[in-house]
């Protein structure tokens, strides 16, 4: 077993059974899968997100590997991405409480509580109107250079998120926003993987997903080569050079993947 607390879980936890006592928690339910519990609850006047994790059972997890997907077993996945992206001087979560038992991984129980990061809004919904009302061009640039640097910075520490959109980078709105002050944090990392280095594989695939999450916010040829710029560290002429073949599977696979969500959605479903 595995058990990390920290204030104020530590003390009003002490002489519990922790995963007990986060089953108790109450509040806002966001997510409930047959394996996997995601809520917000409040502490002592403070915001915290909890996700439960229950076991995904011996067929789900035979799905996953005969499809190539690697499953999701528990929160320690998301521990160990937080710790890493810490280390790696990556905003992220701050987790206060992880706690992990059982050998069978199928039928593992595990859980994970992060402070909550407010007030702050998605990249994905600050950018929303960018086509029509384009943003400053300074606060714009840095937004990218920031989005590079945290992207690429993640991948040199050897995690890859799995689930890399601008809809997971929140942007905190506790003071003004501008190209000199402003706070990015990455989030939602239960699917992240974190090894000594990042296979090129899902770095990739954590670009193309990027990419395809960026396609319709107003970005210029001139804003794709700043961050390929920024996430490369290499002059622009060498990244160009060396990772074309790179960019050009980042143009098709953006294409697939916004053909799949259109047709998804054609009949009018909600994303």
Known sequence: MKLVL????????A???????????????????????????????????????????WAEIVKNLVTAKAPVLGAGQEWAAIRRLHEA????????AFGERGGNPARQHSFIVTEELAPTVSLEDFCVDWPRNPP???????????????????????????????????LHTDRPVSADDFKLSLIDLH???TRAATPVRWRDKDLAG???????????????LRFLKAYFRQP?????????RLLAWLEEKAARLL?????????GGEA
């Open 6 to 13: 920290k204030e104020p879980f530590e003390r009003l936890w």
């Open 89 to 96: 001087d990556v905003p992220t979560m701050t987790a206060v």
């Open 15 to 57: 002489g519990r059974d922790a995963f007990a006592a986060v089953e108790a928690l109450q509040g806002q339910v966001y997510r409930e899968l047959e394996g996997r519990r995601t809520l917000r609850t409040e502490v002592e006047g403070r915001g915290y997100f909890v996700k439960i994790h229950r076991g995904i059972g």
């Open 191 to 193: 699917r992240a993987q």
């Open 136 to 170: 400053p061009l300074r606060l714009k640039w840095a937004l990218i250079d920031e989005v590079a640097r945290m992207t690429g910075t993640m991948h040199r520490a050897g995690v890859n998120h799995r689930d890399c959109y601008i809809c997971h980078f929140l």
């Open 259 to 267: 053909s799949r969500y259109e047709r998804k959605y054609a009949g």
């Open 236 to 244: 622009l002429r060498q990244v160009l050079r060396d990772e074309s």
């Open 210 to 224: 990027l990419y395809f999450s960026a396609l319709n916010i107003g970005l210029t040829r001139r804003d794709k």
